[in-house]
């Protein structure tokens, strides 16, 4: 058995600056080193290490078909990301990965999607739109809708590429800020008001969601009124995973890992599960 | 097949001192009044007797400070997997039991903790049985013969003037197979791995247990010092910890207990477990729910160390109890 706490060498190619607010976002675009690799699928994450300093958990924020690099948006919140914000191209970091489980990509085929992001909310779901924005992919999956809402027009990560999200076929985009700003002709608002008026087949459409916890609460309540059933509302949950492999004790809901069991979770097996997240 | 051999105790000294240098030898040892597992370097020191050690052998697999890694100054990450042979002689039976539980967590599942594997892997163990339960133990209520377990590869039962030693794996053979012991004649029958079913165990519905309890009232005196999983047996909790030392950044795994607040806290500031009432249910829960949900074992063996060494009188066998009253 190999040692799962060896991280494997990998080179920050490009920073690039997500908000304008407080500038406390960054996409970091990363490729192995020596030969490494990292396969994975939408869903999954990382340990980033910075040697010295520590390591933390992150979501992978690329698609899993690019084999030439992979990239994670982290926010400037810690040690380890603060540490990190400091960094620039060139410089070396440590991953070992990938971890947990995915978004059930298979069974989500044939139904169409609602993506409901908050924030950075948006990052571990931008693997999974980008997997299916793919054109080997695109057409296994019916309309997809997304929510998109963001503090303010400034707070909006991956704004860049919104413009090409929209060209693509079967695609509608609904942005939201929280309070109306000069020039902004999207909603205002928040995505639990939103969502009520969006047209959701709630027959055939599996609900995907990220962002701050009461989010994700507010708009799942929603849904399951509306219609949708819980098994096809999905999130995923941030725990503080040291180890990643289900070892270290720090990240259960009850008996389940974050690390190992989720972080990908439906709406029925959340409600199951103890009230500690 | 399960072998029996008469051990004269003098006999077992100097067994033990030939196997001193071929091993790292860890036994039983005063340290004051204190009884400790440590290295010893002199066979002389060994206290096999009746006593139960402050704390569990647990730390020469899962170190309570281990330098995992090394990250070199050219850049180079070095792994430290070393894992010396060792002997650790003298374990109780209840600490055998706990580490079938260590083991199942550390090896079982999708990944395996090398760090630890190893280390088992270059271990033998020689167990040690109990005449009497000490104050604070429940082995018994947990099921657990105090006498004798298989969970070893050389089981020792005090006989006054020697030990009978039953050897039960090949590693345990092999290791004796060059000192010219007595067989023994012994019936199989007197050597009951359980004596009974445990008496104290919880059988609930996670949630029920989680939200229908008095955690507040059961919890209400603990100080959050988290005494209790550092002499605990079972509990595996880890952080790293990365330490620069000369220009290099050395990785440590350092044990950690659901007892402290910075346990489950995150970067954000938000933090599951916000007062020692989630903390301690944490406790109770993973011990005798969660490892069982997920391994089959109850995390508690009744060694009573917890209950020796808190400085508030928190007594898990209470609380258990009371809950089982509660569910009834």
Redesign the interface.
């Known amino acids: 058995?190999?040692?799962?706490?060896?991280?494997q060498?990998a080179e920050l190619v490009e920073v690039i600056q997500e908000t304008s607010s407080d500038l406390d976002i960054k996409t970091y675009r990363l490729k192995f080193l020596d030969g490494g690799k990292m396969d994975f699928m939408p869903g999954q994450f990382v340990e980033l290490?910075i040697?010295?300093?520590?390591?933390?958990p992150f979501g992978f924020a690329s698609s899993p078909l690019n084999r030439e690099y992979v990239e994670l948006s982290i926010k400037r919140?810690?040690?380890?990301?603060e540490a990190l914000h400091s960094l620039k191209a060139g410089a070396?970091v440590?991953i070992r990965g990938p971890f947990g489980n995915t978004f059930p990509v298979k069974e989500m085929e044939g139904s169409k999607i609602l993506i409901i992001a908050g924030g950075l909310g948006l990052a571990p779901l931008r693997p999974l739109i980008l997997y299916m924005f793919d054109g080997q992919n695109r057409n296994k999956y019916g309309d997809i809708q997304m929510l998109l809402a963001a503090r303010s027009t400034g707070d909006f990560i991956y704004r860049r590429e919104f413009g090409e999200w929209e060209r693509v076929k079967g695609t509608n985009i609904v942005y939201t800020i929280d309070r109306p700003e000069d020039g902004w002709n999207g909603k205002v608002g928040f995505p639990h008001i939103l969502v009520s008026e969006m047209d959701i087949d709630t027959a055939n459409t599996y609900a995907v969601l990220c962002g701050p916890?009461i989010m994700i609460k507010f708009v799942s309540n929603k849904l399951v009124g509306l219609g949708l059933p819980k098994e096809k509302i999905l999130t995923t949950l941030?725990?503080?995973m040291?180890?990643g492999?289900?070892?270290?004790?720090?990240c259960?809901?009850?008996?389940q890992y974050v690390c190992?069991d989720g972080p990908v979770f439906n709406m029925a097996q959340l409600s199951?599960m103890?009230d500690?997240? | 097949m399960m072998a029996h051999a008469v051990v004269p105790k003098d006999r077992l000294r100097e067994i033990l001192g030939s196997l001193l240098g071929k091993y790292r030898l860890v036994a039983p040892v005063r340290e004051g009044s204190t009884l400790v597992y440590k290295e010893v370097n002199n066979v002389d020191d060994v206290v096999l007797g009746d006593d139960i050690p402050y704390k569990s052998p647990k730390e020469f697999l899962f170190p309570q400070v281990e330098k995992i890694m090394t990250f070199s100054k050219d850049g180079e990450l070095k792994p430290n997997e070393e894992a010396p042979e060792t002997i650790i002689v003298g374990v109780k039976p209840c600490d055998l039991e706990a580490l079938k539980v260590m083991t199942a967590v550390f090896t079982k599942g999708k990944y395996v903790d090398t760090y630890f594997e190893r280390k088992l892997k270059n271990t033998l163990l020689i167990g040690l049985g109990c005449k009497s339960e000490k104050p604070g133990c429940f082995c018994a209520e947990r099921g657990i013969n105090r006498e004798y377990s298989s969970a070893c590869d050389i089981f020792l039962t005090d006989e006054g003037d020697s030990f009978t030693a039953t050897v039960i794996s090949d590693k345990g053979r092999d290791v004796l197979k060059d000192f010219d012991l007595e067989r023994k004649d012994r019936q199989e029958t007197d050597q009951n791995e359980s004596s009974q079913a445990p008496v104290l165990d919880i059988d609930a519905d996670e949630n029920t247990l989680f939200n229908n309890t008095n955690w507040d009232g059961i919890s209400e005196k603990c100080l959050g010092c988290g005494t209790c999983a550092f002499v605990c047996p079972t509990c595996h909790c880890f952080e790293f910890k990365d330490v620069v030392v000369k220009g290099e950044a050395i990785r440590y795994r350092c044990w950690d207990s659901c007892m402290y607040p910075k346990f489950t806290l995150h970067a954000s500031g938000h933090n599951p477990r916000p007062s020692k009432k989630e903390r301690y249910r944490q406790r109770v829960m993973h011990k005798y729910l969660y490892v069982k949900q997920n391994f089959g074992y109850v995390a508690c063996t009744g060694c009573g160390r917890c209950i020796r060494s808190c400085p508030v009188g928190m007594n898990i066998k209470s609380v258990v109890s009371e809950i089982m009253e509660e569910l009834k």
């Open positions: 058995m190999s040692n799962p706490y060896l991280p060498k290490s040697p010295g300093i520590g390591e933390a919140v810690g040690l380890v990301t070396k440590w916890p941030e725990m503080r040291t180890c492999v289900g070892k270290c004790g720090k259960n809901i009850g008996h190992i199951e103890p500690e997240y």
